[in-house]
């Protein structure tokens, strides 16, 4: 049997198999962006779907502690987009 990776969301800490995780990458460019495959090269951060989570993870700069620097507004708006169907 195989093992199944787990990762730990950065929000509620919980841990949780990888593929049930939404992942962010920062690129070594300081490219931040959401990350669907979960196989895209850089640093990555995981949430959980809870709608509490992405809020929170939006909205208290969450993901500036994740990646170590700032992130721009429209790249919040941006990841915003482009995770709204994935809420539970």
Known sequence: MKKMPV???VVC???I???QLMRF?????GDVSYDPTGKANGRGAYI???PQCVDAFLKKNI???AFKRAIDDEVVAD???????RLL
């Open 7 to 9: 990762r730990t969301c």
């Open 13 to 15: 800490h919980d841990k």
């Open 17 to 19: 198999e990888k593929k």
């Open 25 to 29: 990458v920062c690129t070594k460019e």
């Open 48 to 50: 959980c779907g809870k």
């Open 63 to 65: 993901l500036e502690k």
């Open 79 to 85: 990841v915003r987009e482009k995770i709204k169907d």
